[in-house]
């Protein structure tokens, strides 16, 4: 399969996260807190979406059981996981995917989310269900369920390309069921998904930012698409896929602020490379940080979005 894809895994073990970190985020309340993210490590999700690189980081077969608890220990472990108020399991997959996380391990990883007030994992839409409802039992009523979905675009024909496997129907259901189940929702977007029209692009951004909003999304995430999993290096050379510029990023984040719907974030994450050389890279990142940190941009009053500034 990797020599197909021409990309290879990285080395992975079930006995540690593949990565953790501590981070601050802004909470809909306004607070800004500290929380963990772990990147877990299990088998590949079933899906393979056109542009997921997350299979990299995964193991080629199922992990054993209670594998999931044992790295959550190491993270908790290495991370001192004091001051902190919330926790993101992320397991490049769906978190309720059985294949992936047991359901016989519900409940040591419920145990080891006691003492954080938030718990946010990730999901496809197709497995939004039971499973979802028994791990938000375990965790109890003092600790919230995030569920995170990625949406990537509302474009209905780009979606289908990227062959996530459910419509936007499919998704709004889904995004029902978790917040009348108490859940909150979480959506990742892709900024500039192959498939959708270069002329149309913004457009599809904006579109995605309010559907997701309409879903009742709070945070909405904006995910640069990038290289790395084969697949979009093939279409980048097929000149069907090219990087996001900075300043589709810059107009994704001041749109759905301005929208004064709830919080958008904007990913980060390795943006130097995919940029690639910028004149003034840093100082843009940097503006984009500090809007992700004070949800405004700390001079427009229009887009600031309603809570103290930090
Ligand atoms: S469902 Fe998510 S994790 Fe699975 S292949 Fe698609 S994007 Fe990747």
Request: aromatic share 8%; hydrophobic share 40%.
């Amino acid at each position: 399969m990797e020599s197909r894809r021409g990309v290879a895994r990285v080395p992975v073990s079930a006995d540690r996260p593949y990565a953790w970190l501590r981070e601050q985020e802004r909470q809909a309340d306004g607070r800004l807190t500290s929380g963990l993210t772990v990147f877990l490590v299990n088998r590949e999700c079933p899906w393979r979406c056109a542009m997921c690189d997350l299979w990299r980081y995964t193991l080629p077969a199922k992990a054993p059981p209670e594998s999931i608890p044992r790295q959550m220990d190491v993270a908790l472990r290495e991370s001192g996981a004091c001051e902190l108020h919330w926790v993101k399991l992320y397991n490049a997959g769906s978190f309720f995917d059985l294949g992936a996380i047991p359901a016989e391990d519900y409940p040591a990883i419920a145990e080891r989310c006691r003492g954080f007030s938030r718990v946010i994992v990730e999901c496809h839409p197709s497995l939004v269900g039971a499973p979802l409802l028994r791990f938000r039992d375990l965790l109890g009523p003092g600790t919230q369920l995030e569920v995170a979905m990625g949406l990537e675009t509302a474009h209905p024909k780009a979606l289908e390309q990227l062959n996530k496997r459910f419509d936007l129907e499919g998704f709004r259901r889904a995004a029902r069921f978790i917040r009348e189940n108490g859940c909150e929702l979480r959506v990742f977007l892709l900024v500039r998904p192959p498939f959708v029209p270069v002329a149309e692009v913004e457009a599809w951004l904006e579109r995605s930012i309010e559907f997701a909003f309409d879903c009742g999304a709070d945070p909405v995430v904006l995910i640069p698409t990038r290289l790395g999993n084969g697949a979009m290096e093939r279409l980048a050379s097929m000149g069907l896929h090219s990087a996001p510029s900075l300043d589709l990023l810059e107009h994704g984040m001041y749109f759905g602020l301005g929208l004064k719907r709830g919080r958008v974030f904007v990913d980060l994450w390795d943006v130097e490379q995919l940029m690639g050389p910028h004149p003034d890279l840093a100082s843009r990142r940097a503006a984009l940080e500090r809007m992700n940190t004070i949800q405004g941009d700390g001079l427009t009053p229009a887009i600031s979005s309603g809570f103290d500034r930090a």
